[in-house]
């Protein structure tokens, strides 16, 4: 009889389990452009799988898949705000520190802050979403954190 001491244990015991990627909590809102990039990356990744040889690799790439798949499966397009309030799919000018800032409301997976593209559910959104031109809004316990100069479309969310 072998001691368990000289069993040679497989490499697949030592490897940390694969978990799905976490789907952000809340409704998947997103402009017209995010619904298009979601269905981009889709194809991105299907062909990515087909062609990718490495077993491994291709598991996380259908890891992703799935998850993009969700996305699109549960993505709500918004209608840009009739009304000329911050919404998702608008383009906002404001004074945020005293320094003027243009940010597009987007949703969560069309993110881009370096661009100034910032999810309908991050803090700053949140603090300006239903503002007017003319207002000024709390932000991180300020009254007049931020105020609001221009809100409009921005036309590049809604092809």
């Keep these: 009889m072998m ?8 490499d697949d015991e030592h490897k940390e389990p694969e978990f799905e990627l976490p789907i952000p909590v809340g409704p998947n809102l997103v402009t017209p452009r995010g ?13 990515a799988i087909a062609a ?8 996380k790439l259908q890891r992703r898949l799935r998850y993009f798949h969700t996305r699109q499966a549960t993505a709500e397009v918004q209608a840009p705000t009739a009304d000329g309030s911050v919404g ?15 940010i597009t409301v987007v949703g969560g997976d069309e993110a881009d802050p370096a661009r100034g593209h910032i999810a309908f559910s991050a803090p700053l959104a ?16 300020r009254e007049d954190a931020i105020a609001i100069l221009a809100v409009e479309t921005d036309p590049e969310t809604q092809a």
């Excluded at 001691?3 to 497989?10: G, H, M, P, T």
Aim: proline content about 0%; some cysteine.
């Design 88 to 102: 998702i799919g608008s383009r906002v000018t404001c004074l945020l520190n005293r320094a003027e800032k243009a």
């Design 52 to 59: 990718e040889a490495d077993e491994d690799a291709r598991k």
């Design 35 to 47: 619904l298009r990039l979601l269905g981009e990356e889709v194809v991105r990744l299907e062909t």
């Design 126 to 141: 949140r603090a300006m979403m239903g503002a007017e031109a003319g207002e000024s809004v709390e932000y991180q316990g």
């Design 3 to 10: 001691s368990v001491a000289f069993r040679r244990e497989s």
